[in-house]
C-alpha cells in the first residue's frame, strides 16, 4: 500500500492532541508525520506510534518538503496565511477555521453527507463548524426522505468548544475564580453568547450553522434559525433541532433509516430513559440522535435531540475522515 506524508498544523492544541489520537487508532498510510505549532511549543518531543517527533515551528518554509495533506487547526488568521503557501506547494489543506468554509470554490465537507464534494478540491477544503457537523448527518437523511423546509436549532455547546480556555474558566469558576475566557462564569450558569455579536442580533455561531448547513445540504435559500449557548459541560455539544417538511415524517421510519446510516447512533428508547447525552458521547466519533418526536404545533413537524464530541466528531474525526476520502480516492487513480 502507498503512503503518504501528513503533516499537523497546531499539533499541541485541543484539536490538534486529538488529531495525533485519531491518526493512531485509524491507521492512516503514514510515510512520515511532520508535526508543527507556535514558535512557544517549537522544540517539544511527541511519541507517535512508537517514534519520537520533534514539533517544529510553523513558518513560510514549512512546506518546502513533500507533504501530501496538512491537517491545519491553528485559527483563521494563521490559516489565511500558510494555507495558501502550502496549496502553492501542491499540498492538500484541510482547515478547520472558519476562514474559508463560505467561499464559493472551497469545498465543506462531511463525509457521510457530500464526500463527493473533497474530490473537487482545488487545494484546501474546509471542515465545518463542529455544530454543524453533527446536525447535518441526521438533516441529509430526513432532507431526502421528506424535503426540509424549516429548522430551528437551538443549541447546547461545551466548554471545549472554546479550547483549553474554556475547560479552564468552567474548572476555576466551579472554585470561585472569576471567568477569563467569557464574559460571566460559566460555571453554574448558561450563556446565550457564542462568537461576537452581528448587527442582526444573531452572534457569528449562529450564522455559522445557520450558513454552512445550507451549503452543505445544497439549498442556499432554506428557512433556518438558530440560538446557540454555551453550557457548563466540559465535552460534547448537544442540538435540539425542529424541522419542518415538505410532506409529513413518519416516526418510525425515520427510526429506521437513522439506525442504518454510516455515523449516526440512534438512541431512543425513552421507556427506558435511553436518549442521547454528552457523557456517552465524549471520546465517540458518532453522533447519537433521539427523543424523535412529531411536533404536533405544525402540519409537518418533527423534533429531535442530537449530540456528539465536538473535539472527536465535530473536529479531528471529521477532517481525517476526509483526509481518508483523498487517499482513497488516489489510491484508485494510481491503480487505473
Same mark, same amino acid.
Given at each position: 500500500?502507498?503512503?503518504?506524508?501528513?503533516?499537523?498544523?497546531?499539533?499541541?492544541?485541543?484539536?490538534?492532541?486529538?488529531?495525533?489520537?485519531?491518526?493512531?487508532?485509524?491507521?492512516?498510510?503514514?510515510?512520515?508525520?511532520?508535526?508543527?505549532?507556535?514558535?512557544?511549543?517549537?522544540?517539544?518531543?511527541?511519541?507517535?506510534?512508537?517514534?519520537?517527533?520533534?514539533?517544529?515551528?510553523?513558518?513560510?518554509?514549512?512546506?518546502?518538503?513533500?507533504?501530501?495533506?496538512?491537517?491545519?487547526?491553528?485559527? *483563521?488568521?494563521?490559516?489565511?496565511?500558510?494555507?495558501?503557501?502550502?496549496?502553492?506547494?501542491?499540498?492538500?489543506?484541510?482547515?478547520?477555521?472558519?476562514?474559508?468554509?463560505?467561499?464559493?470554490?472551497?469545498?465543506?465537507?462531511?463525509? /457521510?453527507?457530500?464526500?463527493?464534494?473533497?474530490?473537487?478540491?482545488?487545494?484546501?477544503?474546509?471542515?465545518?463548524?463542529?455544530?454543524?457537523?453533527?446536525?447535518?448527518?441526521?438533516?441529509?437523511?430526513?432532507? #431526502?426522505?421528506? *424535503?426540509?423546509?424549516?429548522?430551528?436549532?437551538?443549541?447546547?455547546?461545551?466548554?471545549?468548544?472554546? *479550547?483549553?480556555?474554556?475547560?479552564?474558566?468552567?474548572? /476555576?469558576?466551579?472554585?470561585?475564580?472569576?471567568?477569563?475566557?467569557?464574559?460571566?462564569?460559566?460555571?453554574?450558569?448558561?450563556?446565550?453568547?457564542?462568537?461576537?455579536?452581528?448587527?442582526?442580533?444573531?452572534?457569528?455561531?449562529?450564522?455559522?450553522?445557520?450558513?454552512?448547513?445550507?451549503?452543505?445540504?445544497?439549498?442556499?435559500?432554506?428557512?433556518?434559525?438558530?440560538?446557540?449557548? $454555551?453550557?457548563?459541560?466540559?465535552?460534547?455539544?448537544?442540538?435540539?433541532?425542529?424541522?419542518?417538511?415538505? $410532506?409529513?415524517?413518519?416516526? /418510525?421510519?425515520?427510526?429506521?433509516?437513522?439506525?442504518?446510516?454510516?455515523?449516526?447512533?440512534?438512541? #431512543? #428508547?425513552?421507556?427506558?430513559?435511553?436518549?442521547?447525552?454528552?457523557?456517552?458521547?465524549?471520546?465517540?466519533?458518532?453522533?447519537?440522535?433521539?427523543?424523535?418526536?412529531?411536533?404536533?404545533?405544525?402540519?409537518?413537524?418533527?423534533?429531535?435531540?442530537?449530540?456528539?464530541?465536538?473535539?472527536?466528531?465535530?473536529?479531528?474525526?471529521?477532517?481525517?475522515?476526509?483526509?481518508?476520502?483523498?487517499?482513497?480516492?488516489?489510491?484508485?487513480?494510481?491503480?487505473?
Amino acid at each position: 500500500m502507498k503512503k503518504y506524508n501528513i503533516a499537523i498544523a497546531g499539533v499541541t492544541g485541543m484539536v490538534g492532541t486529538t488529531f495525533l489520537e485519531v491518526l493512531s487508532e485509524r491507521n492512516l498510510p503514514i510515510e512520515n508525520l511532520y508535526l508543527f505549532a507556535s514558535k512557544k511549543s517549537a522544540g517539544k518531543k511527541i511519541v507517535f506510534m512508537e517514534k519520537e517527533i520533534i514539533v517544529e515551528e510553523l513558518n513560510e518554509k514549512s512546506f518546502d518538503r513533500k507533504i501530501d495533506i496538512v491537517l491545519f487547526s491553528m485559527g *483563521g488568521e494563521l490559516s489565511k496565511i500558510y494555507a495558501p503557501i502550502a496549496k502553492k506547494k501542491g499540498i492538500v489543506v484541510i482547515d478547520n477555521s472558519s476562514a474559508w468554509r463560505m467561499l464559493e470554490e472551497i469545498p465543506l465537507v462531511v463525509p /457521510e453527507v457530500n464526500p463527493e464534494m473533497a474530490l473537487c478540491n482545488k487545494g484546501i477544503i474546509a471542515n465545518p463548524n463542529c455544530s454543524t457537523i453533527q446536525a447535518v448527518l441526521p438533516l441529509k437523511i430526513l432532507d #431526502d426522505l421528506y *424535503g426540509i423546509k424549516r429548522i430551528v436549532f437551538s443549541t447546547y455547546q461545551a466548554v471545549s468548544g472554546s *479550547g483549553i480556555k474554556g475547560v479552564k474558566d468552567l474548572v /476555576e469558576g466551579l472554585k470561585g475564580e472569576k471567568a477569563i475566557n467569557y464574559p460571566h462564569s460559566i460555571a453554574n450558569n448558561c450563556l446565550p453568547h457564542i462568537d461576537t455579536f452581528l448587527e442582526n442580533g444573531y452572534t457569528k455561531e449562529e450564522k455559522k450553522m445557520i450558513d454552512e448547513t445550507r451549503k452543505i445540504l445544497g439549498k442556499p435559500n432554506l428557512l433556518i434559525t438558530a440560538t446557540c449557548v $454555551r453550557v457548563p459541560v466540559l465535552n460534547s455539544h448537544s442540538i435540539s433541532i425542529n424541522v419542518e417538511f415538505l $410532506r409529513e415524517p413518519n416516526v /418510525e421510519e425515520i427510526k429506521k433509516h437513522l439506525s442504518e446510516a454510516s455515523g449516526i447512533v440512534l438512541s #431512543d #428508547d425513552v421507556s427506558n430513559n435511553i436518549y442521547p447525552m454528552a457523557i456517552n458521547s465524549t471520546g465517540k466519533d458518532d453522533v447519537f440522535v433521539g427523543r424523535i418526536r412529531r411536533d404536533e404545533s405544525v402540519e409537518n413537524g418533527l423534533n429531535l435531540w442530537v449530540v456528539a464530541d465536538n473535539i472527536r466528531k465535530g473536529a479531528a474525526t471529521n477532517t481525517i475522515q476526509i483526509a481518508e476520502l483523498l487517499i482513497s480516492n488516489w489510491n484508485s487513480k494510481s491503480k487505473e
